[in-house]
């Protein structure tokens, strides 16, 4: 497989660069032949399978019961060949029978031909390429063609790692250390500054060693070595006791961010935070930096005002844009952003519409959008751990319905856990009931540890911004559960 894919993307790199005309041309010759490989079936199956009767009377009269001279026995077989893999032309592959394998071959140029330059005389084949669409048509070759500079730069990325791929699986699997060296070799020669040139010097230096060629294994160590001297193969070659030390030194790092973690849970915010500051001087470039980052924007969300916690999570985002946590922390500023805006229109209202909004607080709606919210304080349970609950009950209860659970912080340690969206209230009560019925379906509430109420989209800034959740669980007995 990782033969063929080199071949493939050294091909079409190879037709991505000739000018338009060549491949035009070549691309042309490509499609002639499918037209001629079509023409050929086409003549194999208009013509009789089976239609030579003196050499049927010679089987006839022989009476040989070997099983290419009995017809009946010839015939079923066929019969039954047919009935499992149709009918297929005799060649390489037979069997895969919808197959859009294509053999791209581009010959010696020919004489009058100027146009091809004096590389291109040896040919060179794009071999068993998975093709789709109109073999036809040229726009399905040039779709595989890399002809600007970010597919040109993908193709290469897939070269490199099938280089690197085959070294490994000759090396851990096949054992062929010969063939596995070849290919490390013939990668670090084509891309000596690939990401993976550390690894595939360590590796040559140890399957030469391995193989008493310590000539070559010095070579790629002291390469190694002179060219990255601060990468861990190059300190595990120096010291035999380096991964060792790297995982005494993981560990430390492991019990460092649960000590962390633990102040976080106990509410020793600035603690939380300060230890979060800490962590990259104690351990440069530990692998938690993400983790520790993203662990002091929830202690300063607990802690600070809502605006350092939205700078907090918008750094935690731009430091570590491939990490896990830069999800967790995209949701939650995105929540904050909606909540902010709200309040931001509210807070644009005439006077006269404050003071009614103070007075009345919440306004009734049944035609309102409207999330399902538990309240439950974060020292109760495994917010996450809760969060991945009720998913799993959403996928199981309301499959139908597009639900999206997310959690803010109300206050030091109440979480706001909310379902959305329900298009009108009477969704939003059915749900309510459902969770109240099939509580045991959630293992992290109890009767005692939550509460649970339906809120429309307009009253929920309201009731983040004034914070009295019994003035709320008073509108909302009164107006939902009192009908």
């Not at 120096?238 to 962390?260: F, S």
């Not at 500051?277 to 002091?296: G, H, I, V």
Request: hydrophobic share 30%; glycine share 2%.
């Amino acid at each position: 497989m990782y033969l063929k894919i080199i071949a493939f993307e050294d091909s079409v790199q190879r037709l991505a660069g000739m000018s338009e005309k060549e491949r035009n041309k070549a691309i042309k010759k490509i499609i002639n032949k499918v037209i001629e490989e079509e023409r050929q079936k086409k003549q194999e199956e208009a013509s009789p399978r089976y239609n030579n009767s003196e050499t049927k009377e010679l089987m006839r009269s022989s009476g040989s019961q070997w099983y290419f001279y009995n017809p009946t026995a010839l015939n079923f077989g066929y019969s039954e060949f047919e009935k499992k893999w149709g009918i297929r032309k005799l060649e390489d592959n037979w069997r895969r029978k919808n197959k859009s394998s294509i053999d791209f071959s581009i010959e010696e140029n020919e004489e009058n031909e100027e146009e091809y330059d004096e590389t291109d005389e040896e040919g060179y084949e794009l071999t068993n390429i998975e093709v789709t669409g109109n073999l036809k048509d040229k726009k399905t070759y040039l779709d595989h063609i890399p002809l600007t500079r970010q597919k040109m730069k993908e193709s290469t990325n897939r070269i490199i790692e099938a280089y690197y791929s085959l070294g490994n699986v000759y090396k851990e699997f096949l054992m062929d250390d010969n063939e596995s060296i070849n290919s490390y070799e013939e990668l670090m020669k084509r891309y000596p500054d690939n990401k993976y040139a550390t690894s595939c010097y360590y590796h040559l230096y140890r399957l030469y060693m391995e193989k008493g060629n310590i000539a070559k294994s010095n070579y790629y160590k002291n390469k190694l070595i002179k060219q990255y001297p601060d990468s861990d193969y190059t300190k595990l070659i120096q010291n035999p006791d380096y991964v060792k030390q790297l995982l005494a030194e993981q560990n430390k790092v492991m019990k460092y961010y649960d000590k962390t973690y633990k102040a976080f849970k106990n509410n020793q915010f600035p603690l939380a935070i300060n230890r979060c500051e800490k962590a990259d001087s104690l351990f440069p470039k530990n692998k938690l930096r993400a983790k520790f980052a993203y662990l002091k924007a929830l202690a300063i969300g607990k802690s600070q005002d809502i605006n350092l916690f939205e700078a907090a999570l918008k750094e935690v985002i731009s430091n570590h844009p491939d990490d896990e946590v830069k999800i967790e922390a995209e949701k939650t500023l995105a929540l904050i952003n909606t909540v902010k805006t709200a309040l931001s229109e509210t807070e644009n209202q005439p006077d006269s519409s404050k003071s009614s909004l103070i007075q009345n607080m919440y306004s009734f709606d049944k035609r309102s959008k409207h999330y399902y919210v538990i309240l439950i304080a974060d020292t109760v349970v495994e917010i996450n751990k809760l969060k991945n609950e009720i998913s799993d009950y959403n996928k199981k209860f309301f499959s139908i319905i597009n639900l999206n659970t997310e959690n803010i912080l109300l206050d030091l340690d109440q979480h706001l856990i909310m379902v959305k969206y329900f298009q009108d209230s009477d969704l939003g009560i059915d749900y309510y009931n459902s969770i109240t019925v099939n509580i045991k379906a959630i293992p992290s509430l109890t009767e005692e540890n939550y509460e649970g109420f339906i809120i429309s989209e307009e009253n929920f800034p309201i009731l983040f911004r004034e914070k009295q959740i019994e003035k709320y669980l008073s509108f909302f007995s009164a107006n939902y559960l009192e009908e």
